[in-house]
């Protein structure tokens, strides 16, 4: 399997922050790789450095063979305009003609559009339109070239969930095509739903690294949130959250939590219970959850 | 000229129309000064007016093309789209040729005006051939001030390059002695205008359209200026590439 995308020793400081921490990484050709971690884990950082935005303080980047820098390299990669990042006056119809001008080998601008539902859009002028739709038409533009492999920066926050499908469509045809991605999410459905690989950074590092299934099944833990402002100490909760009125509670026993709560005689009002994102998992795990 | 040139220059063309503050403003101050402080003064004055015409298509270039590159550029610069351009093939030969082009557009939007009013409202008059000659000397104002207003782009943040802007032009036209009369220009301004951009550039579209002779020291600086604002064009391109943005 040929490697595209090859990170080594990677490391990046600003000033006395280190937002990088000695990250090694190979994506090899054809692999939607998820990338998950909390704010200020160094996902961006580490997209930034691998596509030549930023030069790393130590350590080496190669992308298909090549310097992310180099003419060649960016041929054959694809990445996205930061969030608010489309200039407001351009049609998006023109947006699209003008990357694609960039590229040797261009998909077919209408095509492109449809792809990922865009073509009623195509003459709206991207400062008019819903933060969900500039974040389509960003995502679109990253595989306007053909690309080989693409960098993807939490490409469906703010979507709702129909135009997060539509998202998803464009980027599971690309991987059917043969295309990499490098994706980061919040989400861990999405990761779920389009990666063969998850990897998990925290505080510039890899903390993880392996299949979807497996890193699931390392992780039991589920999220239990009630409002009660008078919750005794439970045995079974791996940590506690408060959010407003809402408390958050982890844990790997969801049976016997509640069974507790029973037995406390806990207010259920507004009781949800669902999977923990991973995030939430590997902070818990490695004893390390931040209230925010 | 490559069809990517053609797409930055087109994208760039319509970037500048649809926002026309800076362009309203390059069209309108130029000609409005040359309305109401020179033509009610020496309008009837042949030889004079000539003089001040060309100096004001030059003082026009000046605006036009510092006002344009310096905010477009650092614009780009601070933008998300701007970052997302440089992962983008191509490299940096059709960004800075499609700059120069429209560049040359603004700068004709504020130069007709002036050429028109004194043409139709005054006695400044030249022969053709001189005017000609004129057009070719004044091309190398643009590239001069362009490459300015690309260098301060590059180098300075956008409140930075939008202060310059609002503060910039009349010192560097007054050390330039732009607005000055030949005969009775501060000793100061004589000592220093051959080593400022603006001078070399006034006294070549000068020489060009009257035949008055010029100093060749402020030609020789001009070219000085020129070479020395591309390196720091690129330079500061480069250095640009090696920051962070965001």
Redesign the interface.
């Known amino acids: 399997m040929t490697i595209l995308a090859r990170a080594r020793d990677l490391t990046r400081r600003?000033n006395d922050k280190t937002a990088l921490d000695g990250v090694s990484l190979d994506i090899p050709t054809g692999q939607v790789l998820g990338l998950l971690g909390p704010n200020g884990a160094g996902k961006?950082t580490l997209i930034?450095v691998m596509?030549?935005?930023?030069?790393p303080t130590s350590g080496s980047v190669e992308l298909c063979g090549g310097d992310p820098?180099s003419?060649a390299t960016?041929?054959v990669?694809g990445?996205?305009?930061?969030?608010?990042?489309?200039?407001e006056?351009?049609r998006v119809a023109?947006l699209v003609?003008?990357?694609s001008?960039?590229?040797p080998d261009p998909v077919s601008p209408a095509e492109l559009l449809k792809r990922f539902d865009l073509t009623s859009l195509a003459d709206r002028q991207a400062g008019g339109l819903s933060g969900g739709q500039q974040r389509r038409v960003a995502v679109a533009?990253a595989f306007a070239?053909r690309p080989r492999l693409v960098f993807l920066d939490e490409p469906t926050t703010g979507l709702d969930v129909d135009a997060r499908r539509a998202l998803w469509d464009g980027i599971r045809s690309f991987h059917a095509d043969g295309g990499a991605v490098l994706l980061t999410s919040h989400y861990i459905e999405e990761v779920e739903e389009l990666a063969d690989r998850v990897v998990v950074m925290d505080r510039g590092r890899i903390i993880a690294d392996g299949g979807v299934a497996e890193i699931r099944g390392r992780v039991q833990l589920k999220r239990v949130t009630l409002t009660d402002a008078a919750l005794p100490a439970l045995e079974e909760v791996a940590s506690i959250e408060q959010d407003a009125d809402r408390t958050h509670l982890l844990t790997n026993d969801v049976t016997a939590l509640v069974r507790e709560l029973v037995t406390v005689g806990a207010s259920f009002t507004d009781i949800e219970i669902e999977s923990a994102s991973l995030e939430d998992a590997f902070l818990a795990i490695t004893g390390d959850r931040r209230i925010t | 000229m490559s069809s990517l040139t053609m797409t930055y220059t087109r994208r760039n063309l319509a970037e500048t129309i649809r926002t026309p503050t800076m362009f309203l403003t390059v069209a309108l101050v130029p000609v409005g000064v040359m309305l109401f402080f020179v033509v009610p003064f020496i309008g009837q004055d042949a030889q004079a007016i000539t003089s001040a015409t060309g100096t004001l298509v030059v003082f026009g270039v000046l605006m036009a093309c510092v006002g344009h590159f310096s905010i477009v550029i650092a614009t780009q610069r601070e933008s998300a789209w701007g970052n997302y351009l440089r992962t983008l093939p191509g490299g940096l030969a059709p960004q800075m040729s499609a700059h120069l082009l429209v560049g040359t557009i603004v700068v004709a939007a504020a130069i007709i005006p002036i050429v028109l009013v004194a043409g139709l409202f005054t006695a400044a008059a030249a022969p053709l051939s001189r005017v000609l000659l004129a057009a070719g000397a004044l091309l190398i104002a643009v590239v001069t001030f362009s490459l300015l207003g690309l260098a301060m782009g590059y180098l300075l943040s956008l409140r930075l390059a939008s202060i310059a802007n609002s503060i910039g032009f009349l010192p560097l036209a007054v050390a330039g002695g732009m607005f000055f009369d030949r005969a009775d220009t501060p000793s100061f301004i004589v000592q220093i205008a051959p080593y400022v951009p603006t001078r070399g550039a006034t006294d070549l579209v000068l020489v060009a359209l009257t035949g008055e002779s010029a100093d060749p020291l402020s030609l020789v600086m001009l070219a000085v200026w020129i070479t020395a604002l591309a390196g720091l064009t690129t330079w500061g391109y480069r250095r640009d590439q090696a920051r962070r943005f965001n």
């Open positions: 600003y961006s930034n596509t030549g935005l930023l030069r820098r003419e960016r041929r990669i990445v996205t305009p930061q969030e608010t990042g489309l200039p006056t351009w023109e003609d003008f990357v001008a960039h590229f533009l070239g």
